[in-house]
C-alpha cells in the first residue's frame, strides 16, 4: 500500500530458530527515519494493531508491527507459563523468551535499510513484557514504551520454579534498560493488569523513566487516546533529543 505519507509492505524475517516472524512495515516517504516494533497484546495480530502505525506515521516515525508467535501469520502457538516451565526444565527453548528474542532479530532485520536510522519498541500487555526483556538483550533499542504491562511478582519458594520465573520476568530485565528512556503508561481502572504491579516493575527501573497513571473511564486496558501525546514527547526525547 501506498499514500501520501508512508507505504505499507509485509514483511517476513528468520528468528533465532528459524521461524517465520511476519510484520507490516510502516515507512514513511523520506530518505531517513527512526523506526518503533510494535508488539501487541496477547491474540492481537499486526492488521488489528495497524492503528499503531497510521499513529507512529502522523508524528514523523516508521513501524515494524509483528506478529508474534503463535498470532495472526506467525505460526506456532502462545505457550502457557506450565508449557514453558515444562521445555525450561528439559532445557528447551522456551517461547516467552523467544519472543523477546524475535525483537532482537527484528532489530537486526531493520538494520538492513540504510534509510533506518534509530530503533524503538513499543509493547501492548503481553507485548509490554517482551518489550522490556527485549530492551534489557539489546542496547540499540533506543526507548522502551510499556502499555498496560507489569512483571511477574510473585516466587514459587521451588529453586527450579524461580529460576524458571527469573528467566522470562521482565522485572529482572527492567534495570538494564537504563540510560536508554522507559514509558510506562497503565490506567488505574486496568481489570487485566493491576496497576500496583506496573508501579512496582517501574520501581526496579533507573533513570531517565516516566510512569503515566489515568484515571479517565476512557482508559481501560491497551491503548487509549490521551496517551499519544506522551508517546510523542518521549519518541522525541528519545530520538531527537
Not at 528512556?181 to 520501581?203: C, G
Amino acid at each position: 500500500e501506498k499514500n501520501e505519507s508512508y507505504t505499507i509492505s509485509k514483511v517476513i524475517f528468520d528468528a533465532d530458530d528459524g521461524k517465520k516472524i511476519y510484520g507490516l512495515f510502516f515507512m514513511p516517504l523520506k530518505k531517513k527515519f527512526d523506526v518503533v516494533i510494535v508488539l501487541p497484546a496477547a491474540a492481537g495480530t499486526k492488521e488489528s494493531r495497524r492503528f499503531y502505525g497510521e499513529i507512529l506515521a502522523e508524528m514523523g516515525y516508521g513501524s515494524l508491527i509483528l506478529d508474534q508467535r503463535g498470532i495472526g501469520e506467525t505460526d506456532g502457538q502462545v505457550n502457557s507459563l506450565k508449557e514453558d516451565f515444562s521445555a525450561f526444565s528439559k532445557k528447551e527453548n522456551v517461547h516467552q523468551f523467544l519472543m523477546a528474542r524475535d525483537v532482537v532479530k527484528a532489530v537486526d532485520f531493520l538494520e538492513d535499510f540504510k534509510s533506518v536510522d534509530e530503533i524503538g519498541v513499543l509493547g501492548e500487555s503481553m507485548g509490554g513484557r517482551n518489550a522490556i526483556i527485549a530492551g534489557g538483550l539489546d542496547d540499540r533499542i533506543k526507548i522502551i514504551i510499556v502499555i498496560s504491562s507489569a512483571g511477574y511478582n510473585q516466587r514459587f519458594g521451588n529453586k527450579e520454579a524461580d529460576e524458571f520465573l527469573a528467566h522470562i520476568n521482565p522485572n529482572n530485565y527492567i534495570d538494564k534498560v537504563a540510560p536508554r528512556r522507559l514509558l510506562m503508561l497503565h490506567s488505574v481502572n486496568d481489570m487485566v493488569i493491576p496497576i500496583a504491579d506496573a508501579r512496582y516493575t517501574f520501581s526496579l527501573a533507573s533513570e531517565p523513566k516516566r510512569f503515566v497513571e489515568f484515571n479517565e473511564t476512557a482508559c481501560l486496558h491497551g491503548y487509549c487516546k490521551l496517551m499519544y501525546d506522551y508517546i510523542e514527547e518521549e519518541l522525541r526525547n528519545a530520538f531527537d533529543g
